[in-house]
């Protein structure tokens, strides 16, 4: 199924920045099912970046990464977060796009509980809607019912979900996996974590952890080891960086603005 080049390039590799903590928690059949704890120190409602995208040496796009709200879900506390991008009027005579990412994030469990998905390219339309049911390993969308392990993410989530892992203990070219829902597909993938490297922005010098995701090759990646992302070494973990080459040229997203941070942004260096 089609996937925007724009959304994938920031979404799809940032989602792979999560390590697995699909064990935790877990419950037989006989017990009730708990959701996990885990605690959110990486953002807020309120918090909202921007990025702009780079197609070779072209300003191609923008886009925007959002959390709105808290909401109610059966019982549970959900965090609204979006990500969206569009090409610029620019751009749009040579790929028109204009594509909208959701998801309602347990706020304890910092797991998807709703997905929606509304891709527009050009003359192709696409959307998608999907509900959560981790106490039963099991999700429903549009095309029906879908197996799944416990805690599975979507592109939207993970990229949040992402943020509260700590890298202080982890070694060099350590291996962490992921599992992650797109496109009525389960991916069982992973990333790979580099070190760390201080990158020259819009923003300022940023102090950045360096990940490597393992990708999904398909019509808008050549190599499955064809993307590095770079995001803010301190508590709030938020993107700086991504560069990929993909099936035509490459593409580099780079954050041009951030406001209503949780924390204190302690990896943006000093003037």
């Given at each position: 199924?089609?996937?925007?080049?724009?959304?994938?390039?920031?979404?799809?590799?940032?989602?792979?920045?999560?390590?697995?903590?699909?064990?935790?928690?877990?419950?037989?059949?006989?017990?009730?099912?708990?959701?996990?704890?885990?605690?959110?120190?990486?953002?807020?409602?309120?918090?909202?970046?921007?990025?702009?995208?780079?197609?070779?040496?072209?300003?191609?796009?923008?886009?925007?990464?959002?959390?709105?709200?808290?909401?109610?879900?059966?019982?549970?506390?959900?965090?609204?977060?979006r990500?969206?991008g569009?090409?610029?009027?620019?751009?749009?005579?040579?790929?028109?796009?204009?594509?909208?990412?959701?998801?309602?994030?347990?706020?304890?469990?910092?797991?998807?509980?709703?997905?929606?998905?509304?891709?527009?390219?050009?003359?192709?339309?696409?959307?998608?809607?999907?509900?959560?049911m981790?106490?039963?390993?099991?999700?429903?969308?549009?095309?029906?019912?879908?197996?799944?392990?416990?805690y599975?993410?979507?592109?939207?989530?993970?990229?949040?979900?992402?943020?509260?892992?700590?890298?202080?203990?982890?070694?060099?070219?350590?291996?962490?996996?992921?599992?992650?829902?797109?496109?009525?597909?389960?991916?069982?993938?992973?990333?790979?974590?580099?070190?760390?490297?201080?990158?020259?922005?819009d923003?300022?010098?940023?102090?950045?952890?360096?990940?490597?995701?393992?990708?999904?090759?398909?019509?808008?990646?050549?190599?499955?080891?064809?993307?590095?992302?770079?995001?803010?070494?301190?508590?709030?973990?938020?993107?700086?960086?991504?560069?990929?080459?993909?099936?035509?040229?490459?593409?580099?997203?780079?954050?041009?603005?951030?406001?209503g941070?949780?924390?204190?942004?302690?990896a943006?260096?000093?003037?």
């Amino acid at each position: 199924m089609k996937r925007s080049f724009v959304i994938i390039a920031l979404a799809a590799g940032l989602a792979m920045l999560v390590q697995s903590f699909s064990t935790q928690n877990q419950t037989t059949s006989a017990d009730p099912f708990n959701y996990r704890k885990l605690n959110n120190q990486a953002f807020k409602v309120g918090e909202k970046l921007k990025f702009r995208v780079h197609y070779g040496i072209i300003n191609a796009a923008n886009i925007t990464m959002a959390v709105d709200q808290v909401t109610t879900i059966n019982g549970r506390d959900a965090l609204a977060v979006r990500c969206e991008g569009e090409t610029l009027k620019s751009f749009d005579w040579a790929y028109k796009v204009r594509d909208k990412f959701q998801s309602w994030i347990d706020a304890e469990a910092l797991a998807p509980i709703r997905y929606a998905k509304t891709v527009r390219e050009n003359k192709y339309y696409d959307e998608d809607l999907a509900i959560y049911m981790h106490d039963k390993k099991k999700l429903c969308n549009t095309d029906g019912e879908l197996t799944m392990p416990i805690y599975t993410q979507d592109i939207a989530s993970a990229l949040y979900y992402a943020r509260n892992l700590n890298f202080e203990s982890e070694k060099i070219n350590q291996v962490f996996p992921l599992d992650i829902y797109m496109d009525n597909k389960i991916y069982n993938l992973n990333f790979t974590y580099l070190g760390k490297e201080t990158l020259s922005t819009d923003i300022g010098k940023v102090k950045c952890i360096k990940l490597r995701p393992k990708l999904v090759v398909d019509r808008v990646f050549k190599s499955s080891n064809d993307m590095t992302v770079w995001v803010s070494d301190d508590v709030n973990r938020i993107p700086i960086r991504v560069q990929t080459a993909i099936q035509v040229g490459s593409l580099k997203v780079d954050i041009t603005s951030y406001e209503g941070l949780k924390n204190t942004f302690t990896a943006l260096q000093k003037k």
